[in-house]
């Protein structure tokens, strides 16, 4: 009996069980796939068919006709771009610097294994993370042209507040993983938390944390170009003039710009990082 | 001798030491000297765009307090009544669908887009993945902001602009992903399959696709939840969505209404967040 017992304790797998099994995971596939499809069919009735006014889009030769107002260049502004772009490329870098520094806290909190004091420090630093994260650059440059007034400052502002988030983040991962070897030779020999974070953390998760800011550096490239639309200087202001006085070929040479400008970044980011790690 | 003194060969090194002016260096001289200048200009030209910029640097020492001075006066008490309202509850909704349908139509674009865009599986190097990698790069490039004020001037106001907008970031964000996904898998299958006479269709579909099924539902979850962080204020400039209602209560100095309207986005990407994070993870184990 006691035999017996054991021996269907665990179910016993034969080939009706895997077919089973098998079944059962096809049929949730398919309930969640037709979920998916629902709401693809709801979504697009919902906005592409009942939100759009089709009578004043009037046809795909009137859409074509709007478009094509964008088709070319304007030349003549190209001399005029480079100094919004030098101002871009600025505001892009301070506010990576300061961002970095402001990320220094927030990841000492926020890695689980050298947070001061876990149960007050560990969750202010993860909100600290998701709530410069969940907001979008916009509204942090509009939160701050409001606090600090108009000008690349708000801007610099701006970036480095939605890239704590990102680079905390991953930063404190980076943290989290190191060898904790060294942590305790460090202490060993008496070394004080300082000390252990200048020689034991610093130099293991260095190279990780260089990365993670060059390529936050270029996204911020990309985020100062627009943050003029909200009035903090750069590409973006130009863009946003070019746009109210209808000159749609000064429009997309300005996105040009932009394009050219990121491109120099990742050339540049290439090096760096090519240098550094 | 219990005192510890110089052996012979100690004094010797030391003696060789003096000798001999070279000592060890982490970096040799020319690297040394380049080191020492890029990082100076470096510095010059963060201190030169401190400059360029005007930042007033007086005025930095009070600006916390400033700040907060702001916080606590204009946004403080949030006007939760507000966004309780059932016309801003459809306006989060229309959001959550305009971000579902950009991610899933950037997605659709991304699959050939990334096949295209992958060193080792593209048709034609010379041709079609410069090509394919212009494309991603550049609607990577440009931002999401951007693509939606064109689209709003094409279009007009509503959320097609935004469903479009939120389109082409997809594309340019989850492109990279998928690229560098296909670019990372194991190439046996694919010889296999080109030896027995497959074509490209053939040896995508059946070759490279079954190995980056599971890494491609996970991008494409996450797509989505950029997507949605996207999408709360790509209606700022006309493109619908939640983001309109900011723009509103912006316009109008309504700061306490915006404070809630703030709080409201970081509670639903908070939340998407979680449900991005829970989807990949049972998405993984199913692997």
Redesign the interface.
């Given at each position: 009996m006691n035999n017996k017992a054991t021996n269907t304790s665990p179910p016993r797998i034969t080939s009706q069980v895997i077919l089973d099994r098998r079944r059962t995971a096809r049929m949730i596939m398919a309930v969640v796939y037709l979920v998916l499809l629902a709401l693809v069919v709801w979504s697009v009735q919902v906005t592409v068919i009942e939100d759009t006014d089709w009578n004043r889009l009037g046809g795909f030769g009137k859409v074509w006709e709007a478009a094509n107002r964008f088709i070319g260049l304007d030349m003549a502004l190209f001399p005029n771009l480079i100094e919004p772009a030098i101002e871009t490329l600025m505001i892009a870098c301070l506010g990576t610097l300061l961002g970095v520094f402001l990320c220094i806290p927030a990841a000492w909190f926020g890695a689980l294994n050298i947070t001061p004091f876990k149960p007050v420090t560990y969750p202010l630093a993860r909100m600290m993370m998701t709530l410069s994260r969940s907001i979008h650059e916009i509204v942090w440059a509009l939160f701050f042209v409001s606090a600090v007034g108009l000008g690349a400052l708000a801007g610099i502002f701006a970036i480095a507040v939605r890239s704590v988030g990102f680079i905390a983040k991953m930063s404190a991962e980076a943290i989290e993983d190191i060898d904790p070897g060294p942590v305790e030779a460090i202490r060993a020999v008496g070394g004080n938390d300082f000390q252990v974070v200048i020689y034991a953390i610093l130099p293991q998760v260095l190279p990780q944390v260089l990365g993670v800011i060059i390529f936050e550096w270029e996204i911020n490239i990309r985020r100062s170009a627009i943050l003029g639309l909200v009035g903090a200087g750069g590409l973006g202001l130009v863009f946003f003039r070019q746009m109210n006085t209808f000159n749609f070929h000064g429009v997309m040479s300005v996105i040009v710009a932009i394009l050219g400008l990121i491109l120099i970044g990742e050339a540049l980011s290439h090096w760096v990082r090519r240098a550094l790690i | 001798m219990s005192t510890p003194t110089m052996s012979p060969q100690d004094s010797r090194h030391i003696a060789k030491d003096a000798q001999s002016t070279l000592q060890w260096r982490r970096f040799k001289f020319p690297g040394s000297l380049i080191r020492y200048a890029v990082w100076l200009s470096v510095f010059v030209?963060?201190a030169y765009?401190?400059e360029?910029?005007?930042?007033?640097l007086e005025?930095l020492l009070g600006?916390f307090g400033?700040?907060g001075a702001?916080l606590a006066n204009?946004y403080y008490p949030p006007d939760m009544e507000y966004i309780m309202d059932a016309d801003y509850m459809r306006y989060v909704v229309?959001t959550i669908?305009?971000a579902?349908?950009g991610a899933?139509f950037g997605l659709v674009a991304t699959v050939p887009l990334g096949w295209f865009a992958s060193y080792n599986m593209t048709p034609s190097r010379c041709f079609v993945y410069p090509v394919a990698r212009l494309v991603t790069?550049?609607c990577?490039?440009?931002?999401e902001?951007?693509f939606a004020?064109?689209f709003v001037?094409?279009?007009?106001y509503?959320?097609?602009p935004?469903?479009l907008a939120l389109t082409f970031f997809c594309t340019g964000f989850a492109g990279k992903l998928f690229a560098e996904e296909i670019e990372a898998i194991d190439i046996g299958p694919v010889e296999a399959m080109r030896a027995t006479g497959a074509n490209l269709f053939q040896i995508m579909v059946f070759g490279v696709f079954p190995q980056v099924r599971v890494a491609f539902t996970g991008i494409a979850i996450y797509t989505w939840d950029v997507a949605f962080?996207?999408a709360?204020?790509v209606g700022?400039?006309g493109a619908?969505g939640m983001g309109w209602y900011?723009k509103r209560n912006?316009l109008q100095i309504e700061?306490e209404r915006v404070a809630a309207i703030?709080v409201s986005?970081?509670i639903l990407?908070?939340i998407s967040?979680m449900l991005s994070a829970w989807a990949r993870n049972t998405v993984m184990k199913?692997k």
């Open positions: - | 030209f963060l765009s401190v360029y910029l005007e930042i007033p005025r600006i400033r700040m702001t204009r229309e669908q305009m579902y349908l899933l790069m550049s990577r490039a440009v931002h902001m951007i004020i064109i001037a094409i279009l007009g509503g959320m097609l935004g469903v962080r996207a709360t204020v700022f400039f619908g900011l912006v700061s703030l986005i970081i990407v908070f967040e199913m």
